[in-house]
């Protein structure tokens, strides 16, 4: 018998059912949804990695920056001499510095703040309570040997330092060639008509102690056969600044100038730089973003580098929110737990014991306050005779404490906030307490991370 009914379907030829299709399309949204999320937290954890990328490169920046004219500072001749406790004061006819080869302003506050203090022409601010670092000497030219016989400290007579004359020979008295077109660069790039261009630093045959600090005055003339490159010589006038905080002091009268009658042996065309954090307005993320930046100014003065406002602002790196520096002194207090014990290298004549090193109390801000770093802790009083001079009371004469060590400390966070993030709190930094400013409330969304760089100095 025949039958109409078709032949069952084979199970290989049978179409999904409704269940098995939800069920795939189930698994299918599941494992997009997993590849978004891991995409998702690859691309954040890529953003994240760039921008503390960033952050470490900005410090390297910084530091590098730093450290390469720090080390150099007092190049030329000019002392480490520090007066840590001293008060600028601009009405001062030569007011007092905190330091010469290097000179901090630790902590500043809305009264000293101004990167060019007692000026009427606007200036950068500094972060509140980080600090400010000035670097002196001759950075970035030779320093040029002279013959004594050809520096005139008194050409017209009169008995008084207040102008010279000096010869600066393209092969000096011993017998080496000296670059002069460096010195000429500096000088012709002060612009047309300026009375001043730039100032020098000589050195006495004498002693390296024995220095003055001179103005250049118009464009040197220029001696010699242009046949014979090796007879060229520079013919500088001068003007023996006697108004200069940078200037030794004379005893006899209680006042800093040029010394009189000092011959020169040496000398260099003298700079100054000084770095400072700063903050500008950024996107709505980030209203205020700061940034590490380096000013160039007249040596010893208040006024930007060739009479150039743009000279008070050099931005070197960004994210850069606090920079911090202390001082590694040679100072006559005891080293640690050694009672009684001497602390200035030069209270014995070997170079052992507790005296010989430059030493750090390892906790504690008042152990820390009576060791051989200043700024290192809050408890630091400035005003302590052991940070400028060694053995005051006893019978060696009194002689300026050797700064041998510069510790800079940058802080530097990312450019955007993440609100998924919150950074541990750092309490203090040097002697610096937490700037609430950066470690409050949202600005812990910002990632931060620090470096630290100890440098010996090879100047002073």
């Given amino acids: 018998m025949r039958s109409d009914r078709p032949a069952p379907t084979p199970a290989a030829e049978r179409g999904f059912s409704l269940i098995e299709l ?16 891991a995409f998702d937290l690859n691309n954040r954890m890529a953003q994240v990695q760039t921008q503390i990328t960033d952050v470490q490169q900005s410090l390297r920046i910084a530091q590098t920056d730093m450290a390469r004219l720090v080390r150099m500072a007092g190049r030329g001749g000019l002392p480490s001499e520090l007066a840590p406790g001293a008060v600028f004061n601009p009405a001062d006819p030569v007011p007092s510095l905190n330091g010469l080869a290097i000179e901090i302003r630790d902590n500043v506050t809305n009264a000293d703040h101004n990167v060019s203090r007692g000026l009427l022409t606007p200036s950068p601010a500094a972060i509140d309570g980080t600090d400010i670092l ?172 060739q009479g150039d406002s743009s000279n008070f602002k050099l931005d070197l790196a960004e994210g850069v929110f606090d920079l911090q520096v202390a001082l590694g002194i040679d100072t006559d207090y005891k080293q640690g737990n050694a009672v009684g014990a001497p602390g200035a290298f030069g209270d014995d004549s070997d170079n052992v014991g507790v005296d010989d090193v430059i030493y750090e109390a390892a906790t504690g801000d008042a152990e820390r306050a009576q060791d ?68 409050t409330g949202n600005a812990l969304q910002f990632r931060k991370r620090a470096l630290t760089t100890i440098i010996d100095m090879r100047n002073i």
């Fill in 134 to 305: 000035t670097i002196r000497g001759c950075l970035s030219t030779p320093l040029y040997q002279l013959n004594p016989l050809e520096f005139d400290w008194d050409p017209d007579g009169d008995g008084v330092a207040n102008q010279a004359s000096l010869v600066m020979n393209k092969i000096s008295v011993a017998g080496v060639r000296q670059p002069l077109k460096p010195l000429l660069d500096e000088i012709n790039a002060y612009p047309v008509g300026a009375t001043v261009k730039g100032k020098l630093i000589l050195v006495s045959p004498e002693s390296r102690s024995v220095y003055g600090i001179a103005e250049i005055v118009g464009v040197p003339s220029v001696g010699g056969s242009a046949s014979d490159p090796d007879s060229l010589t520079f013919n500088l006038q001068l003007k023996l600044d006697t108004n200069s905080p940078l200037n030794p002091i004379d005893t006899g009268i209680a006042a800093r100038r040029f010394p009189t009658k000092m011959t020169a042996s040496y000398g260099c065309f003298l700079e100054e730089y000084r770095y400072f954090v700063y903050e500008t307005a950024g996107d709505t993320l980030t209203p205020e973003f700061p940034r590490l930046a380096r000013a160039r100014l007249e040596p010893g003065t208040e006024e930007p580098y």
């Fill in 372 to 439: 051989d770093w200043l700024f290192n802790a809050t408890a630091d009083a400035t005003t302590d005779w052991q940070y400028t001079i060694h053995d005051p009371a006893g019978v060696q004469a009194d002689v300026p404490a050797q700064v041998y060590f510069v510790r800079l400390t940058t802080w530097a966070r990312t450019r955007r906030a993440d609100p998924k993030y919150e950074a541990p709190v750092w309490t203090s930094i040097e002697d610096e307490p937490m700037n609430a400013t950066y470690w």
């Fill in 22 to 37: 939800l069920v795939a399309m189930l698994i299918a949204v599941e494992i997009l949804v997993a590849g978004a999320i």
